[in-house]
């Protein structure tokens, strides 16, 4: 199945969406946007946890 999330799913003022096959890839393209697009979000256990609840499969 597909996993997918969007900035939108947490509530976010942003148009992203990623999918991927595997959560780890998933989490790789949701660091990366992450890290250029929302600095105020500190990558930790807890928001890693949280973020990770979001994804959805299709």
Known sequence: MTKTISCSDAGKDCKWSASSDSE?????KVTEHVLAEHKEIELNAESISSIKS???EI
């Open 54 to 56: 979001l994804i959805k």
């Open 24 to 28: 780890e890839e998933l989490m790789k």
